[in-house]
Antibody, heavy 119, light 107 residues
Framework: VELVESGGGLVKPGGSLRLSCEAS????????MNWVRQAPGKGLEWVSS????????YYADSVKGRFTISRDNAQNSLFLQMNSLRAEDTAVYYC?????????????WGQGTLVTVSS | DIQMTQSPSSLYASVGDRVTITCRAS??????LAWYQQKPGEAPKRLIY???TLEGGVPSRFSGSGSGTEFTLTITSLHPTDFATYYC?????????FGQGTKVEIK
């Protein structure tokens, strides 16, 4: 299993960024996927989840209405479109795979991509 | 939303010590809890899932217990590689919620 995030960078407040997570080594279309972030020096915060077929989508209140999670099963890719970015969105963003049994947690993580929101 | 209260937030311990970390859920989550270890600059790594099932390849000095609202991660004999930050995460309902983390430092 390999998850590789990309798309992070420096963006001004109010700007947008699209993160990608390329998956390999497993049947991507059969697993739920997630985004989790970690602000500098802080703990882990769940951001969003999407089911295998994109029919189930969930967001943290802190990003609802500003972030959109999506996936392309044909391209083995997960995305996070981030709009109206704020300083408090500055964090390392990880993509993580759901276990086959969803209630068993996230069993694989990418290395993360850093998003910095600053003027 | 389910709140996960993790304690302590940090602890100092020596190699060979027994360490116990607790997570308390604000409502019952059955056994839908996982424990993660994170070292600086690295992604989290799952140690335990379903409250007490050890991830493959994780040393047996790690163990988890509990169900409902009270959960415990125990390291029976601290190894130098165990100095890290540990998080619990509930997978019972959305939003998923992490504990605040416990940093295990060298005494």
């Amino acid at each position: 299993v390999e998850l590789v995030e990309s798309g992070g960078g420096l963006v001004k407040p109010g700007g947008s960024l699209r993160l990608s997570c390329e998956a390999s080594g497993f049947n991507f279309r059969t697993f739920g996927m997630n985004w989790v972030r970690q602000a500098p020096g802080k703990g882990l915060e769940w951001v969003s989840s999407i089911g295998s077929g994109s029919s189930s989508i969930y967001y943290a209140d802190s990003v609802k209405g500003r972030f959109t999670i999506s996936r392309d099963n044909a391209q083995n890719s997960l995305f996070l479109q981030m709009n109206s970015l704020r300083a408090e969105d500055t964090a390392v963003y990880y993509c993580a795979r759901d276990s086959w049994v969803v209630s068993n947690g996230f069993d694989s993580w990418g290395q993360g991509t850093l998003v910095t929101v600053s003027s | 939303d389910i709140q996960m209260t993790q304690s302590p937030s940090s602890l100092y311990a020596s190699v060979g010590d027994r360490v116990t970390i607790t997570c308390r859920a604000s409502q019952g989550i059955r056994s839908d809890l996982a424990w993660y270890q994170q070292k600086p600059g690295e992604a989290p790594k799952r140690l335990i899932y379903a409250a007490s099932t050890l991830e493959g390849g994780v040393p047996s000095r790690f163990s988890g217990s509990g169900s409902g609202t009270e959960f415990t991660l125990t390291i029976t004999s601290l190894h130098p590689t165990d100095f890290a930050t540990y998080y619990c995460l509930q997978h019972n309902t959305y939003p998923r919620t992490f504990g605040q983390g416990t940093k295990v430092e060298i005494k």
